[in-house]
Every structure is written in structure tokens, then in C-alpha cells.
């Protein structure tokens, strides 16, 4: 069975896979136990199983574990802990901007991503950055505005 070695977290991590074309999303999942991340609709529309590969947003069920290579991946849990959450995380829940909860740390990764690229987004860089992640409970408004409240945070 073929190995792969890859950072996930700031931490070096070895799996086997029995198919290289595996997404990335199972090993993550099935392999590393990070279940912060989502399999949603199966199709790549959705965007709840957003990682950062290399700070780029990526949705890791269409990435192939075999094309990871050394790049890093982060995953929702590698952002913050329960305890210091990242000041996006402490930004959603300041916000209440979660209803079901299941796109949230999709669009948690796709606003850090965002911030890192634009510090100061205006809303509509705000809506066009979030564009592919779904969210079927309605909690856009509190998500844009958890956006906007990460970035105050950031800047001091």
C-alpha cells in the first residue's frame, strides 16, 4: 500500500492509502481522525470540505492525496483551539453566525484564506470570496458580518 507523508497542522503525518487518487478529504477524516471536516454533497459544489493547502483555499474532495505532495495543509482544527480560538473563530461565534453548523468551518477556511489575501474586504469582496460555500440554514447576513468583525479584529 503506498505511503504518504504530509504536514496537516504545523505536524508531519504519515498514511497508506490503497488508491492515490484517494481525496485528500478521507484521509483526513479516516486516517487523521479530523472530522472538522465535512463530506457534504459530493459533488465539489458546497464547499464544507474547505482546507487550506499552502494558505490557498482547496476543496479537499477533489485534491487527490497523491498531488498533496509537501504543501501544507490546514484544517479547521489547526486554526484555533476551543479554549484560543482563531479570531475568525472567535469572530462566528461573536457572531452567532452558525445555525446547523454543518458549512461553517467551510466558510471559517474560506475567510481566513480571504483575510490573508485581503485584510479589508468590503462586504461584496466578502460575498464573492464565500460564493461557493452553501449554506442552506440562511445565516449569511451574521457571516458576513462575522467577516467584517475578523477583520476589525485584526487590525488592532
Given at each position: 500500500?503506498?505511503?504518504?507523508?504530509?504536514?496537516?497542522?504545523?505536524?508531519?503525518?504519515?498514511?497508506?492509502?490503497?488508491?492515490?487518487?484517494?481525496?485528500?478529504?478521507?484521509?483526513l477524516r479516516n486516517d487523521l481522525g479530523l472530522h472538522a471536516v465535512k463530506f457534504g454533497c459530493g459533488l465539489a459544489q458546497c464547499g464544507s470540505r474547505l482546507v487550506l493547502l499552502d494558505d490557498a483555499p482547496a476543496l479537499s474532495c477533489i485534491v487527490r492525496l497523491k498531488d498533496v505532495g509537501a504543501r501544507r495543509v490546514v484544517t479547521p482544527e489547526g486554526l484555533g483551539s476551543p479554549d484560543k480560538p482563531h479570531p475568525v473563530q472567535a469572530a462566528f461565534i461573536a457572531e452567532q453566525a452558525a445555525q446547523?453548523?454543518?458549512?461553517?468551518?467551510g466558510i471559517v477556511m474560506a475567510t481566513v484564506a480571504l483575510l490573508r489575501r485581503i485584510p479589508r474586504p468590503t462586504r461584496e469582496q466578502a460575498q464573492q470570496a464565500l460564493a461557493g460555500n452553501l449554506c442552506k440554514c440562511g445565516s449569511h447576513d451574521r457571516v458576513l458580518r462575522a467577516v467584517q468583525r475578523a477583520a476589525e479584529a485584526a487590525r488592532g
Open positions: 500500500m503506498p505511503t504518504f507523508t504530509l504536514t496537516v497542522n504545523d505536524a508531519t503525518r504519515t498514511v497508506e492509502a490503497w488508491d492515490p487518487e484517494v481525496p485528500l478529504l478521507y484521509a446547523c453548523g454543518y458549512c461553517t468551518n
